[in-house]
């Protein structure tokens, strides 16, 4: 299985997920030196966090395009740099605002990978096996979060809290030169790609062909999903900018022990991500029923994120073994949905599946400017660290609604040729 084409290009997008989250989320551990160090509140901290957002929301619809537009193998390289030479900006910085550009310029970097490597995905992935593929590769990232915290932890011992983003960034760069040397945008261009391989992809929408974006219809296709991510994406975020604090401050814990307890929460959303795709696809081919395997198996997950942070908001004392074990299972069961969830816009867009999946991500992006600074804000003014935890429930209830409203069993394409049809019976 390891020789074949296909197979290695998931692995070398699943390595781009891994680095890339990890440069995310090296912040939160990091945080407790670089704010002694340069005077942070935890407000300040919170927008630290969330900076990132704010480039990576404006250019999930804009890379999705520029992945559509001129192929993965250009736009990925071209992010690659850009991020990991933020990374290193990150180490370098002297105060609030340069942590600030830091972190913009690594948004702007990372804004474009996950619409433009669906849309490398929607080419190199058999239609049956996206939940898989989208389930394994979240699921690197996922190890991205749990490695972090114990690694940065380690690189700090070793280099201090600047040498380990300076470390991080130049695994980036050399992910860039992998990327460039091995992937091609037509799969069947590339030299070690063998026939049955080919025989079991879809037929090759190649950037040359400029196909005309349907920005109304896509868009309005769309919305619910988006709606669904952002609800999604505000636990997500929560977790990945507050967990390793969260043990560390509300517990009184030592830094490396926190950090061991926020990869254990984070290693159980590595066996959602994954658990999520197996599961979506094996309901789409014995079922053959697309909502059943998308939105039922999403708002389902859904409701088990909700049930399983419910104890923190009920106990008003809650062990650091019950809050352990409560996060773990709101993590895991949140991470569930990527899997169906990153289908859709493959299902519902095949032909744009990076424009369709950058506008589904922009609601993720939006939860990620939003949900650290509330987070930090509810602790600065209450000092309950579990606050925003509870919080977090409104927005699964609201999801688990919203979930039902997706239809990815109406392909756009053929939506698009049936109204063709009425309208050319009208004149006959």
Not at 164 to 172: E, L, Q
Not at 384 to 405: H, Y
Request: hydrophobic residues 50%; glycine residues 10%.
């Amino acid at each position: 299985m390891f020789r074949r084409a296909t197979t290695r290009v998931l692995l070398l997008l699943c390595a781009m997920y891994f680095i890339t989250y990890v440069d995310r989320v090296n912040v939160s551990t990091a945080a407790s030196a670089f704010a002694s160090e340069l005077h942070l509140s935890h407000t300040e901290i919170g927008f630290v966090f969330s900076a990132f957002a704010y480039p990576y929301l404006v250019f999930q619809i804009i890379g999705g395009w520029v992945g559509d537009r001129f192929g993965p193998h250009r736009t990925l390289a071209v992010c690659a740099v850009i991020w990991a030479g933020a990374t290193v900006m990150t180490g370098m910085a002297g105060g609030f605002v340069s942590l600030i550009v830091a972190r913009l310029l690594l948004g702007l970097g990372e804004g474009a990978t996950f619409p433009t490597a669906t849309r490398a995905m929607s080419n190199w992935v058999p239609a049956d096996q996206r939940g898989f593929a989208q389930g394994t590769t979240h699921a690197a990232s996922r190890i991205g979060n749990a490695v972090a915290p114990p690694l940065i932890v380690w690189l700090m011992v070793a280099t201090g809290w600047r040498g380990a983003f300076i470390i991080t960034g130049i695994v980036s760069f050399l992910w860039a030169v992998a990327w460039i040397w091995y992937f091609r945008d037509n799969p069947r261009e590339h030299p070690r790609i063998t026939e049955p391989e080919c025989a079991t992809l879809s037929n090759y929408s190649g950037i040359k062909e400029r196909l005309p974006v349907p920005w109304r219809a896509l868009l309005g296709r769309m919305a619910p999903v988006t709606a669904v991510y952002f609800c999604y994406g505000w636990v997500l975020w929560l977790f990945l900018g507050w967990i390793p604090q969260y043990f560390l401050h509300n517990y009184h814990m030592q830094l490396g022990k926190s950090a061991l307890f926020a990869s254990g929460v984070f290693f159980a959303g590595v066996l959602g991500d994954w658990l999520g795709g197996s599961v979506t696809d094996r309901i789409l081919r014995k079922s053959g029923n697309l909502r059943l395997a998308r939105n039922v198996m999403v708002g389902v997950c859904m409701l088990l994120t909700l049930l399983s942070l419910a104890p923190i908001m009920l106990v008003s004392d809650i062990s650091i073994t019950m809050a352990a074990l409560c996060l773990s299972g709101g993590f895991f069961f949140n991470e569930m949905t990527i899997g169906p969830m990153w289908a859709v816009p493959m299902d519902i867009a095949p032909k744009h599946a990076g424009t369709a999946s950058g506008i589904m991500n922009s609601g993720s992006a939006l939860a990620a400017i939003i949900s650290p600074v509330v987070g930090g804000f509810l602790i600065d003014r209450t000092g309950n660290w579990n606050l925003p935890f509870t919080v977090s429930m409104v927005l699964m209830a609201a999801g688990i609604v919203l979930s039902f409203t997706m239809r990815p069993d109406r392909a756009l394409e053929v939506e698009g040729e049936e109204a063709a049809a009425r309208d050319a019976r009208k004149f006959v």
